[in-house]
């Protein structure tokens, strides 16, 4: 396998089956009873902002967005974040977080808020929430809440109760003059390059003249 076999794409349906597999290959049974999962059992996800990978059409990795209220901040937790063994430690899961925040920012999100290692992610541009300012529906440890903000004044939003919200299902337009605007997929290989036009073609900016180019297309430096 070599990285011109990846192509990321947005979550739809057809991936649910496999991304359970991911899940349960990753963390065990035991996931469900986690403060985050709580939080996502309260109400679906937002497919356009989870992301999948797939090597040679096989779906090997999985990143998934659900829309909380945090405080008085209106955004998204990321996670489930799962990698299958044999793709490990090649930068997938650091690929997904990156789409997935750029993705939240278009949208309009305020915040990108998580549970997990600040060794892993402070390096993605997550920061430390201050310690116990959000009540999760179950036990956390205070140290690994961690958040990228996207809007004004996030840290001194971020506190009280975080839950499932209602997502609004428009995203704002965006142009190439926005800043961090990126297409939200990377693709490797030109076998690939059709459902690469197909993604830009749906989520490309709507101001005149611009259409889906190569140049749109990125590999992964």
Known sequence: MSKHDLVYLTEDASHDAIIEVINE???????????????REQGPHDRSLSFVCA????????????????????????????????????????????????????????????????????????EKVAYAALDFPGPVDPNRVLVVPLGDDVHQRLKGKIGWRKCEAVMPAATVEDEG???PLRVYGWPDIRRAFCFLAQHKPRHSGLEPECSQVKSLG
Do not use: Q, W
């Open 25 to 39: 290959e990753a963390f065990g049974p035991g996931r469900h009873t986690r403060a985050a999962a709580r939080i």
């Open 181 to 183: 605007f990126e297409a």
């Open 55 to 126: 090597d040679d059409g096989e779906t090997i990795a999985s990143v998934r967005m659900t829309p909380v209220l945090a405080g008085g901040v209106k955004g998204h937790m990321l996670g489930p974040l799962a990698v299958r063994p044999s793709h490990k430690n090649m930068g997938i899961g650091r690929e997904l977080v990156r789409i997935a925040i750029a993705a939240a920012r278009r949208k309009g999100s305020e915040a990108v808020i998580l549970i997990g290692d600040p060794p892993y992610y402070m390096p993605l541009g997550f």
